[in-house]
């Protein structure tokens, strides 16, 4: 069974001002999409679901439809604000979707078999897809006990730009994921690597395990997403910024005992555009790619 690969494209990326899941970064106009569609097709995925928002449903139908034709399936699922549980009224001050959770969540119809996750800004590296893929083929997509993640070596994550926030995971002498924990204004500053607590700056290595929402996934863990984004909700509605994520989800599967989640080291180097300067580093590190010959100058060239 081909895995799926579900594509989180609904946020619209305030910090870095414009719809950048369809701006372009290679030399032949490619999106960051494109490289991970791209690897994943060479890495034997055989659908695409990308999570999307309606109101950007037809520039997305215009970039990728006639492109993929006859390379992968590809179906949409959309996150919208009142997808939530029956009885809950959203409130006027609720402006932005719900998180990544919630994005994973509204997916549950259109998959049916182990599934990777990742985000449609980010540049995750084809090794990593491989590694993905080879664990997912070996799922059985009725059992929650087995899902998996990508981990980066925080160093190999960092923005040239500013702070990043970044998911630190522990995990145990099987390589088995036993918690991740949220650092925030991570920096680099004279090649240190430090996050903010308070006012004090504390150092880290550059070694630890990162997350990237790069999960490997089976559907019989949608249940417990929509048990947990009902509780979220209820304790949450009022809170016009407050967002259901998936790290969280993953995080509680492997506390409460319902899930083993295999951590699947990468030495890929992740990218993302979470701020508009990083566009250009962006292009600059594909055109390193294409010169190396790890992509063609043209990925979708009959």
């Avoid at 414009?18 to 097709?41: C, H, M, R, V, W």
């Avoid at 890495?43 to 970039?63: H, M, S, T, W």
């Avoid at 409130?91 to 509204?106: E, F, I, L, S």
């Avoid at 594909?286 to 043209?298: G, Q, R, W």
Wanted: charged share 25%.
């Amino acid at each position: 069974m081909k895995p799926t690969l579900l594509i989180l494209a609904a946020g619209m990326g305030s910090r870095y001002g414009s719809l950048k899941q369809i701006d372009q970064f290679g030399p032949s106009g490619e999106t960051i999409i494109d490289y991970s569609i791209y690897d994943a097709i060479e890495a034997g995925f055989g659908k695409l679901v990308f999570v999307i928002r309606k109101n950007i449903e037809q520039e997305f139908r215009d970039v990728f439809v006639d492109k993929f034709a006859g390379r992968i399936d590809i179906e949409y699922a959309f996150q919208e604000l009142d997808i939530v549980p029956e009885g809950i009224d959203v409130p006027d001050t609720r402006k932005k979707p719900w998180g990544t959770g919630h994005a994973v969540m509204v997916a549950a119809e259109k998959i049916q078999e182990p599934f990777a996750v990742i985000n449609a800004d980010d540049f995750y590296g084809g090794a990593s897809f491989r590694l993905i893929a080879d664990y997912l083929k070996t799922l059985d997509p009725n059992d929650i006990s087995k899902q998996c993640m990508v981990g980066y070596k925080l160093s190999n994550t960092l923005s040239e730009n500013g702070y990043v926030s970044r998911g630190i995971c522990d995990t145990d002498t099987e390589g088995n994921l036993t918690g991740v924990t949220e650092r925030t204004h991570i920096t680099v500053e004279e090649g240190v690597i430090a996050y903010s607590e308070g006012d004090v700056k504390v150092k880290l290595k550059g070694e630890e395990v990162t997350s990237m929402n790069m999960f490997g996934l089976t559907p019989a863990a949608f249940p417990e997403f929509e048990r947990m984004f009902s509780d979220f909700i209820e304790s949450n509605i009022e809170q016009p910024k407050a967002e259901f994520y998936l790290p969280s989800v993953v995080n509680e599967l492997v506390k409460n005992g319902s899930s083993q989640v295999k951590v699947l080291d990468t030495d890929d180097k992740w990218f993302g555009v979470t701020y508009r300067e990083d566009k250009l580093v962006a292009i600059e590190r594909i055109k390193e790619l294409v010169a190396k010959n790890v992509y063609p100058s043209n990925l979708w060239k009959s």
